[in-house]
C-alpha cells in the first residue's frame, strides 16, 4: 500500500521531489514557527486532525453535533469495515518487521512467511460488530489485502537480498519496510490533539501517507497537510510531501490509486483556517444548520432531518 511502483517512483524523483525543493513555502506557514499566528492556536481546546480536514458534511454541522451537543454516532458498515482495512494494513507490516527479526539472513530466502493466521483474521473481525454477511466480506477482504502486501513485501525482499550479499537483518528490514504505521504525534502546539495517529510515515520516499478506503475527497489532503505542519512542529524539519492512497477491491484484485502533491502553502492555509473556523463555531455554540442535500450514509441523518 505505501510502496510506490516504478512510474510513480519516476514521477516523485524527477518531478515532484524537484519541484517541491523550488516551490517556496511561506515561512509562517511551517510547522516550527507554532508559537506565532497565523499557525498559533486561538482557543484551549482540541481538535483531531480529521475532524479539522474532513468535510463530509458540508456546513460541518457533523463536528457541532458531536462537540457541542455530545451526540456521538455508531459507526455504520462501511465505516467498519474501512476501519479493519486500516487495522490489517497495520497488523501486517508489524508482522512482517516481527517476523524478518526472528529469522536469520540465510533462512529468509528459503521459508515461507508471512503467512495470514486465522488467529489474525478473528482478532481483526472481532475488533468491531458487523453481522455476518458482511463479517464474510469483510473476511474476504483482508485475505486479498494480506495476500497483495505479501506478494510486495516478498518481492522488496528478494530485491535486497540479490543486490546486497552482506546486508544484515535491521538493514534489510529498514530497505524492505521503511516506513512507520500508525506513528503517535503530539498535535497540542496547534491546538490539536496529543494523541495524533498518522497512517504511516514512509522514509524511503520522505512523505505522510494517507490510506481511504472510500471515495476521493480534495479533503484528504488536508488530513496529510495537518500532519505534516505537526511533524515539522515537532521536529523541526521541513516536510513537503503528502500521498492519499485509495484501494478499491475488485472481484479478486486490488486497484491502487495514489495521488502524491506538494504540501503547498494553499493547503496549509486552508487547514489552518479550517482549524479556526471549526473551533470559533464550537467556541461560541453556533449551530451550521443542515445542508439540503447531505450525503446517503451520514451517520447523523436521523439527527439532523
Ligand atoms: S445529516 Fe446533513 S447536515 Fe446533518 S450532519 Fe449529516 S450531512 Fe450534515
Redesign the pocket.
Known sequence: MYFLNEEEKLYLHKYLIPQSRDTYIDYDLRGWNWHKPPLEPIYSFKLGVAEIANN???????LY?KKVMNKYFSANCKMLVGGIMHKTIKEFITYCKKELYHHKIDEIGKNKLFSLEETIVLRLLNSCKLDKCNEQKAKEKIISLWEFEKQRVNYRIQEVLASQPYVGIDALVYQVLPVVVEQKLNGSFLGLSPYLSTDAINFSEPMIVDTKFGRKNEFHKLSITGYAIVMEALYSFPVNLGCVVYPTFKENRILIDRELFIINDELRQKFIERRDDKMRMIYEENDP???EE??ND????E???
Open positions: 463530509y458534511c458540508l456546513t460541518d454541522r457533523d453535533l444548520g443542515t445542508y447531505c450525503y451520514c451517520p447523523y441523518y439527527e439532523c432531518h
